[in-house]
């Protein structure tokens, strides 16, 4: 049973920064591209960013290009996202999960970008 379990949210300041990080069991994420979503109030989850199974990056929403970075540690079988210069429009809860075909979904991270 796959588990995703995403950590490192919290409320920051616009300009901040955050680092989430997603541990996921039951997989082995060597094997597969991964990805970071995220769902806004009264929005449907978006794809943010994705990462091929050897690091190459395959993707990052027009919104957070620049801004953000995933990177992943396959020994630990941990997807990461640096989110730097948040914005209060990044305010959303985060997932993790894997890029080419989604897995359950875990609880998720809130991220809140306010002053």
């Known amino acids: 049973q796959v588990q995703f379990v995403e950590s490192g949210g919290g409320l920051v300041q616009p300009g901040g920064s955050l680092g989430l990080s997603c541990v996921v069991s039951?997989?082995?994420?060597?094997?597969?591209?991964m990805s970071w979503y995220r769902q806004a109030p009264w929005k449907e989850r978006e794809l943010v960013a994705a990462?091929?199974?050897?690091?190459?990056?395959?993707k990052y929403a027009d919104a957070v290009k620049g801004r953000f970075t995933i990177s992943r540690d396959n020994a630990k079988n941990t997807v990461f996202l640096q989110m730097n210069s948040l914005k209060p429009e990044d305010t959303a809860v985060y997932y993790c999960?894997?890029?080419?075909?989604?897995?359950?979904w875990g609880p998720g991270t809130q991220v809140t970008v306010s002053s």
């Open positions: 039951g997989l082995g994420v060597s094997n597969y591209p």
């Open positions: 999960n894997r890029y080419d075909v989604l897995r359950p």
């Open positions: 990462i091929s199974s050897g690091g190459s990056i395959l």
